[in-house]
């Protein structure tokens, strides 16, 4: 054992795989638990697109979190997992009929609609069915987020949403169609937020599109903020944790909900990056003219963040106990994209030293793909060592 992998049993596997550490992600869903409890009303939907590994869908849905689902195989994987749909909210701007019909059939929360033309068709398809479907609109709130630009979606550039100024119109529409009830706002300005004044900003938006609905004596249930929260990459052994209490407390201080309404947040990111690892197998030490690569059997194709995002990830080795050198660590893809780590400093390693890429549980194993005819990993829980 190294650190807290355990690295013997780890050595027989075939790689690469997640490892998801389920104490990591315990204590992750109950500091969340502990900042809730100080508010009636308030409500967290796990961003399902995160992380749908069926174990650790599992462990979240013991918490007694809801779901946030952007896609009608997401809401299937969380009824399967066991999620109330009473707690599934489903989001996304391009819904299919399958897909709303799904969320119809098993009676979601709430659909986050994106647009005039798909809350046409959630009607017509709740009316075919005798329903009422429940939806929250999303707003584009017009809030940057400093993140990495490919991940910002509330700039009026992005796609996601409905402009602001459309807001009223929109619901006085709604409340005359028949087969659809409005509930709630919705919002989402990004993700990997570290800076609590964009959460801020947010509030701040809110209250005054509050302000304008008492105007116009249009009073919702509830509204939902997203998620966004980022963890800390550099550090996933010093912060395990990312910070909720100064996210949730930001949202206590500076949103002003209405008497009643009720608070919904969808935290993808927070609540699983730091629990995953990618465990990869040195294949080979190459030195090249300059530096030293460590060739692994992990590729983008099983953790496409870098590839995608530029994204860090810190590495550690998790066989060697040899100094320190530093190394670029690469996969065996072919593409030149195929770089997990430039220059990194790693205990001296060898072929057959397994790596582990930290901060891998977020958008890495369900971001897989087969390119090159690879396999897709496996993920494993701490409970089955
Ligand atoms: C992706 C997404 C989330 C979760 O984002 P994180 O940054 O992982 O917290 C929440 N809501 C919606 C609508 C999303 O698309």
Known sequence: MKGKFPTEQFQGMETPFY????????????SIRQELGKHDNWHVHYAVKANA???VLNI?????????????????ASLKAGFPASKIVFAGVGKSDWEINIGLDSNIFCFNVESIPELEVINGLAAEKRKV???????????GAHTHANITTGLAENKFGIAMRDMVSIIEHAQQLENVAVVGLHFHIGSQILDMGDFEALCNRVNDLQDELDRHHIRLEH???GGGLGVDYQHPNRVPLPDFKAYFDTYAKKLKLRSGQTLHFELGRAVVAQCGSLITRTLYVKEGAFKKFAIVDAGFTDLIRPALYQAYHKIENITSEEPVEAYDVVG???ESTDVFAKQTDLNGVRRGDLLAIRSAGAYGEIMASQYNCRKLPKGYITEEF
């Open 19 to 30: 490892f998801y550490d389920t104490r990591v992600l315990r204590d992750t869903l109950s």
């Open 53 to 55: 590994n069926p174990k």
């Open 60 to 76: 979240i849905r013991e918490a007694g979190f809801g779901v946030d689902c952007v896609s009608g195989g997401e809401i299937e």
């Open 133 to 143: 479907a429940r939806v929250a609109f999303r707003l584009n709130p017009n809030v």
């Open 223 to 225: 509204i939902n903020v």
């Open 332 to 334: 065996p893809i072919c």
